[in-house]
């Protein structure tokens, strides 16, 4: 038998011209504009670059973005854990609906969502009145800006978690079960190692997507400059003024965030991958 006679079929027939497509494409949307982000900063110099982000407001811009991001993040990666459970581990009325809900942050322009929140958050609104009563403003607040990043970050967690849940041997549990363990150390120690990659995955992905907000934000927080003012916002404000070199270094470190997470993320799934192959 020849060697031709035997060569294996390709999956997918002209995989050249398919993934000389696929490379122009990404090239095309992602890192020609990545470069040219990059270019733009290196033109304005090292001391320009460093006077433009140590300047208070873009200090303050990137401290509210940041602590906003973290907070949301957090939030979504517990809250959205329980929810990627209750979907996959539960049957109820309506679960149908509630899984396609998840999705809705995807399909709705941010814009939209920002004003609706507003709209519900605001003291007249729906949730704001009574929150007002309280004492609790969302509204032109730090909360707010955390509320819009929350709302827009929600599907990441939900989508990157649940699959790895649905395919996870319910055998596994069931034999911890029968030896005596605890819910709780069921989840820790069999559950919990197996969507941990996924897990981090998808809260990495929410925190950046959270960095780059503006649409949801730009509408509930006010725009104050030292309170609820973002980085997304700032950039915007320095190209409203013809200042592209304030806007591009503002985009360049927002770049840079994000690029340094999904490395980190890249190295703890990778570690955490090792360690479940480890233990098997």
Avoid: C
Wanted: glycine share 6%; proline share 6%.
């Amino acid at each position: 038998m020849t060697a031709t006679a035997i060569r294996p079929k390709r999956v997918l027939p002209g995989f050249s011209l398919s993934l000389g497509t696929t490379l122009l494409f990404v090239a095309l949307v992602i890192l020609i504009p990545v470069i040219a982000l990059v270019l733009k900063g290196a033109e304005i110099g090292p001391a320009r670059f460093w006077a433009i982000i140590t300047a208070p407001r873009t200090l303050s811009a990137l401290r509210v973005t940041v602590t906003a991001a973290f907070v949301a993040t957090v939030f979504n990666a517990l809250y959205r854990l329980l929810m990627a459970w209750v979907l996959t581990r539960y049957e109820f009325p309506g679960r149908r609906i509630l899984d396609a809900l998840m999705d809705v942050p995807f399909a709705l322009p941010t814009a939209v969502a920002g004003i609706s929140l507003t709209a519900l958050y605001s003291a007249n609104g729906w949730f704001g009145g009574p929150l007002a009563g309280l004492g609790i403003e969302l509204v032109y607040t730090l909360g707010g800006v955390i509320l819009a990043m929350t709302f827009t970050s929600v599907p990441f967690v939900v989508r990157a978690v649940q699959p790895v849940l649905e395919d996870l041997d319910p055998a596994l549990e069931q034999a911890a079960m029968t030896l005596g363990a605890r819910p709780w150390v069921i989840f820790r120690r069999v559950v919990l190692p197996a969507i941990l990659p996924a897990w981090l995955s998808g809260s990495t992905i929410a925190f950046a997507r959270s960095l780059g907000e503006f649409g949801a934000v730009v509408f509930i927080a006010g725009n104050l400059p030292f309170k609820t003012e973002i980085a997304a916002l700032l950039a915007f404000i320095r190209l409203e003024e013809y200042d592209y070199q304030g806007a591009a270094a503002i985009a360049l470190v927002l770049l840079v965030l994000a690029l340094v997470l999904l490395a980190f993320s890249n190295w703890l799934q990778f570690r955490a991958a090792r360690h479940l192959e480890a233990r098997r």
